[in-house]
């Protein structure tokens, strides 16, 4: 069976029935596969293409070029990350992808600068759209995933407002990915290898060549594109919370298609001082929390150093 569609269009509506309704799907849809594909976002149609457009533009720039924006020469995991660069799958061969960090931009002066994660964007100097659509993009998402945080809350029968503090200045990272096609000559090499993701949510825009699989109960089952649509998956965080009520799964990207694809997942990962407990909700009676209590930020930096050989 396919993944569900959940029109979100009703955690934005003034009437709390409909915020409700939503939280209701979520929940169906958390609880099963812990992925389901997103409509009603509010993102226009034209943010979203000119995003794929800039993401095209970009990993068709000259190899010194891409070279010279480097993730290596930032403190913090901006720029352009080359084919290979990393494995998702621990064991496999390296993903058989390239891709590119945004995050937010944080200014000289803020306090937050220098912290993991937190710091200056890279931009390529012969792409002039490329940091106003990419900012606009982030910006649209950040409002996405803040309002899906609180369907969330309502799903586990919690305050609407009781995740606020978790999406309160948030982390959060716009990734460009590009895949090549798959080589026929080496059969066991992934586009993305089999993993989890690290953080709270993740809304995946991908273009219409397909090849992202989700584990499910009875094997792999294609994710296929959508229009309009976002693939919306939970992280390894949610999961924690749940007492693994709600499902962080595995998915991995095969583009046995010939051409090229692009996609862009935006990870929203959560305030870094916020301390995910298990959610008391989740707990019956007699239940213990699977997990100790974590802030946004160790986790993630465990996340990090998982798939990234020299993570910092
Ligand atoms: O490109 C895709 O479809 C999925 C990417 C992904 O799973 C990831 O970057 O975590
Ligand atoms: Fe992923």
Redesign the pocket.
């Known amino acids: 069976m396919g993944l569900p569609v959940i029109d979100i269009s009703g955690l934005a509506a003034s009437d709390p029935a409909a915020r409700r309704a939503v939280g209701e799907a979520l929940r169906t849809a958390c609880l099963d596969h812990g992925f389901f594909y997103c409509t009603g976002h509010g993102v226009p149609q034209a943010l979203m293409d000119a995003v794929m457009a800039q993401t095209r533009a970009l990993f068709d720039l000259p190899d010194a070029a891409k070279d010279a924006l480097d993730k290596a020469h930032s403190f913090c995991n901006r720029g352009y990350e080359q084919l290979g660069g990393q494995t998702l799958q621990p064991g496999a061969m390296p993903d058989r992808k390239e891709g590119y960090y945004i995050s937010e931009e944080i200014a000289e002066g803020d306090p937050r600068m220098g912290r993991f994660n937190h710091g200056p964007n890279v931009w390529p100097q012969d792409l002039p759209e490329f940091r106003p659509v990419m900012m606009a993009y982030y910006a649209a998402l950040g409002v996405v995933g803040a309002r899906l945080m609180r369907g969330i809350a309502l799903s586990l029968d919690l305050e609407e407002d009781a995740l606020d503090p978790f999406t309160h200045r948030p982390i959060a990272t716009l990734?460009l990915?590009h895949?090549p096609p798959a080589r026929p000559e080496e059969p066991d090499e992934l586009g993305?290898g089999a993993?989890t993701?690290f953080g709270a949510l993740?809304l995946?825009m991908?273009d219409e060549v397909g090849?992202?699989q989700v584990k499910s109960d009875t094997g792999w089952i294609e994710a296929p594109p959508v229009p309009g649509a976002y693939v919306v998956n939970l992280g390894d965080m949610i999961a924690r919370w749940t007492n693994d009520r709600y499902r962080s799964t595995l998915?991995r990207?095969i583009n046995r298609s010939g051409r090229e694809r692009y996609?862009v997942?935006f990870f929203y990962t959560g305030n870094p001082d916020y301390v995910t407990r298990c959610v008391p909700t989740c707990l019956a009676p007699g239940e213990v929390p699977k997990y100790p209590a974590v802030s946004v930020e160790a986790h993630l930096k465990a996340m990090y150093a998982r798939t990234y050989a020299a993570a910092t």
């Open positions: 990734r990915l895949y993305a993993h993701d993740t995946l991908q090849g992202l998915h990207v996609s997942p």
